[in-house]
C-alpha cells in the first residue's frame, strides 16, 4: 500500500456558488485504479463525494471524467501510470450535478436524435437479416461506443457551441449509415446536414483520444461528411436528368 | 409486416441533402487546395525569383499587361477572402449564441470583407500599364 494523493473538484449547488478543489490522500496499491482510489476517498474519508460507476470494468461507461486534463473512464486508468496529484474534474461543457455528476440530458437528446436503431422498410425475413463478414467490418469500429460521452465533452467545438450534435451522436449514426441492413440513411443525413450536424466539426482529434474504445471517432466523423457530400452529388445528378 | 412498412412511412418524406453548410465545406477543401499552390506560387515568384528590391511598380505594371496574372492574383483574392470570410463565419456561429449578436457580426463581416474584397477586384481588373511600360 502506498500514499496516493488526489485532487478532485467539488461542487454542490445546494451550498456552494462556485466549484472548489479539495485534496485527499488515501491507501492504495500503484495497480489499483482511480475508480479504487475514488471509493477509498467516499468510503474511508468523505462520504459526500459524488460520482457515476456501474460495472466498474470499462463496460458501461458510467465514470467517464477528467483525470489529469484528459477525458478517461477511472476504472480503466491505473494509478501507477499517472502523475500525482490526481487531478479529476467533472467532463467539459455539461452543467454540473453534484462533483463529478454532470447532467447528460442534451447528450442523450442528441444520441437519440440521429436514431439510432435499425430502420428497414422491407418486411423481416423469416430467419436473420444476412450481412457478410466484410460487410459488418464496413461499421464494426463504431459498434464499440459505449455513450460515456468522453469524445463529445473533449471537443472544442462543442464546448463553444452546445448545439452541435457531438461526436458520440455521430459516431452512432455512423454505426447505423455504413450497416448494409439499414434504410434509414436519409432520415439520419438529414439531421446530420444541418448547421448543428457533422459540418461544425473541425478535426481537432480531441475525441479519438479520448475514446476509452479506441474508436477512430474524428475517421468516422470525415467518413459521415464524404458521404453527404456523395449524396449531394447524387441528387444535384438525378435531378439533372430529370 | 404491417407494423414495419406503418413504422417507416411514419418518418415521411426525407428532405434531400445539399444547401449552404455541405457546399461551404466542399468549398474550404477545395479552395484550400488551389491556394496552397497559388500561394506558394506566388511567394516563391516575388521571394525567392525576385527580390523583393527587384518589385516595384514597373515589375507590377509589366504583369499586367497581360490577363494571365491579373486573372492568378483574381482568383487567388477571390478565393482566400471568401475562405477566410466563410471560416469566420462558422467560428462566429460558434462562438456567438444571440441571434441579434450573430446578425450584427454576419452583416459587420460580409460588410467589411465585401468591401475589401471589391477593391482588390476593381484594382486587378481596372488597373491600366502606361503604354511605356513593356517597351524596351
Redesign the interface.
Same mark, same amino acid.
Given at each position: 500500500m502506498a500514499h496516493v494523493r488526489l485532487k478532485i473538484q467539488r461542487f454542490n449547488p445546494e451550498m456552494d456558488s462556485a466549484p472548489q478543489w479539495r485534496e485527499y490522500t488515501v491507501e492504495a496499491e500503484p495497480t489499483d485504479r482511480v475508480l479504487d482510489a475514488l471509493h477509498a476517498v467516499k468510503w474511508h474519508h468523505d462520504g459526500s463525494l459524488a460520482f457515476r460507476r456501474s460495472c466498474a470494468h470499462g463496460v458501461c461507461g458510467s465514470d467517464a471524467m477528467m483525470i489529469n486534463g484528459k477525458n478517461r473512464l477511472a476504472c480503466k486508468l491505473l494509478i501507477k501510470d499517472l502523475k500525482q496529484p490526481i487531478v479529476v474534474e467533472p467532463m467539459r461543457g455539461f452543467a454540473v450535478v453534484k462533483d463529478l455528476i454532470v447532467d447528460q440530458t442534451k447528450f442523450f437528446e442528441k444520441y437519440r436524435s440521429v436514431k439510432p436503431y435499425l430502420i428497414a422498410e422491407e418486411p423481416p425475413p423469416a430467419t436473420e437479416r444476412l450481412q457478410s463478414p466484410k460487410q459488418q467490418e464496413r461499421f464494426e469500429d463504431t459498434t464499440k461506443c459505449i455513450l460515456c460521452g468522453a469524445c463529445t465533452t473533449s471537443c472544442p467545438s462543442f464546448w463553444a457551441n452546445g448545439e452541435y450534435v457531438g461526436p458520440a451522436a455521430i459516431v452512432q449514426a455512423h454505426r447505423f449509415l455504413f450497416d448494409s441492413r439499414d434504410q434509414g440513411a436519409e432520415e439520419r443525413l438529414e439531421v446530420l446536414n444541418k448547421a448543428s450536424g457533422v459540418w461544425r466539426c473541425r478535426t481537432i482529434f480531441n475525441c479519438t483520444d479520448a475514446c476509452p474504445r479506441g474508436i477512430n471517432v474524428t475517421k468516422a466523423i470525415v467518413e459521415v461528411q464524404n458521404l453527404l457530400v456523395a449524396h449531394a452529388k447524387q441528387g444535384s445528378t438525378t435531378d439533372a436528368a430529370q | 409486416?404491417a407494423t $414495419? $412498412?406503418a413504422l $417507416?412511412s411514419a418518418?415521411g418524406r426525407?428532405?434531400?441533402? +445539399? +444547401?449552404l453548410?455541405?457546399? $461551404?465545406?466542399?468549398f474550404m477543401r477545395v479552395s484550400g487546395l488551389l491556394l496552397l499552390v497559388l500561394a506558394l506560387g506566388h511567394l516563391v515568384i516575388m521571394h525567392l525569383i525576385n527580390s523583393v528590391d527587384a518589385i516595384d511598380y514597373d515589375f507590377v505594371a509589366r504583369r499586367y499587361i497581360g490577363w494571365f496574372w491579373r486573372s492568378y492574383d483574381l482568383l487567388m483574392l477571390v478565393l482566400a477572402m471568401v475562405h477566410g470570410l466563410n471560416g469566420l463565419r462558422?467560428i462566429l456561429?460558434?462562438?456567438l449564441?444571440q441571434p441579434v449578436q450573430r446578425r450584427i457580426a454576419a452583416w459587420l463581416l460580409y460588410g467589411i470583407g465585401g468591401a475589401l474584397t471589391a477593391l482588390g477586384i476593381v484594382a486587378v481588373v481596372v488597373f491600366q500599364p502606361p503604354s511605356s511600360v513593356g517597351v524596351p
Amino acid at each position: 500500500m502506498a500514499h496516493v494523493r488526489l485532487k478532485i473538484q467539488r461542487f454542490n449547488p445546494e451550498m456552494d456558488s462556485a466549484p472548489q478543489w479539495r485534496e485527499y490522500t488515501v491507501e492504495a496499491e500503484p495497480t489499483d485504479r482511480v475508480l479504487d482510489a475514488l471509493h477509498a476517498v467516499k468510503w474511508h474519508h468523505d462520504g459526500s463525494l459524488a460520482f457515476r460507476r456501474s460495472c466498474a470494468h470499462g463496460v458501461c461507461g458510467s465514470d467517464a471524467m477528467m483525470i489529469n486534463g484528459k477525458n478517461r473512464l477511472a476504472c480503466k486508468l491505473l494509478i501507477k501510470d499517472l502523475k500525482q496529484p490526481i487531478v479529476v474534474e467533472p467532463m467539459r461543457g455539461f452543467a454540473v450535478v453534484k462533483d463529478l455528476i454532470v447532467d447528460q440530458t442534451k447528450f442523450f437528446e442528441k444520441y437519440r436524435s440521429v436514431k439510432p436503431y435499425l430502420i428497414a422498410e422491407e418486411p423481416p425475413p423469416a430467419t436473420e437479416r444476412l450481412q457478410s463478414p466484410k460487410q459488418q467490418e464496413r461499421f464494426e469500429d463504431t459498434t464499440k461506443c459505449i455513450l460515456c460521452g468522453a469524445c463529445t465533452t473533449s471537443c472544442p467545438s462543442f464546448w463553444a457551441n452546445g448545439e452541435y450534435v457531438g461526436p458520440a451522436a455521430i459516431v452512432q449514426a455512423h454505426r447505423f449509415l455504413f450497416d448494409s441492413r439499414d434504410q434509414g440513411a436519409e432520415e439520419r443525413l438529414e439531421v446530420l446536414n444541418k448547421a448543428s450536424g457533422v459540418w461544425r466539426c473541425r478535426t481537432i482529434f480531441n475525441c479519438t483520444d479520448a475514446c476509452p474504445r479506441g474508436i477512430n471517432v474524428t475517421k468516422a466523423i470525415v467518413e459521415v461528411q464524404n458521404l453527404l457530400v456523395a449524396h449531394a452529388k447524387q441528387g444535384s445528378t438525378t435531378d439533372a436528368a430529370q | 409486416m404491417a407494423t $414495419s $412498412s406503418a413504422l $417507416s412511412s411514419a418518418y415521411g418524406r426525407p428532405k434531400p441533402t +445539399g +444547401g449552404l453548410e455541405l457546399w $461551404s465545406w466542399v468549398f474550404m477543401r477545395v479552395s484550400g487546395l488551389l491556394l496552397l499552390v497559388l500561394a506558394l506560387g506566388h511567394l516563391v515568384i516575388m521571394h525567392l525569383i525576385n527580390s523583393v528590391d527587384a518589385i516595384d511598380y514597373d515589375f507590377v505594371a509589366r504583369r499586367y499587361i497581360g490577363w494571365f496574372w491579373r486573372s492568378y492574383d483574381l482568383l487567388m483574392l477571390v478565393l482566400a477572402m471568401v475562405h477566410g470570410l466563410n471560416g469566420l463565419r462558422v467560428i462566429l456561429d460558434d462562438y456567438l449564441h444571440q441571434p441579434v449578436q450573430r446578425r450584427i457580426a454576419a452583416w459587420l463581416l460580409y460588410g467589411i470583407g465585401g468591401a475589401l474584397t471589391a477593391l482588390g477586384i476593381v484594382a486587378v481588373v481596372v488597373f491600366q500599364p502606361p503604354s511605356s511600360v513593356g517597351v524596351p
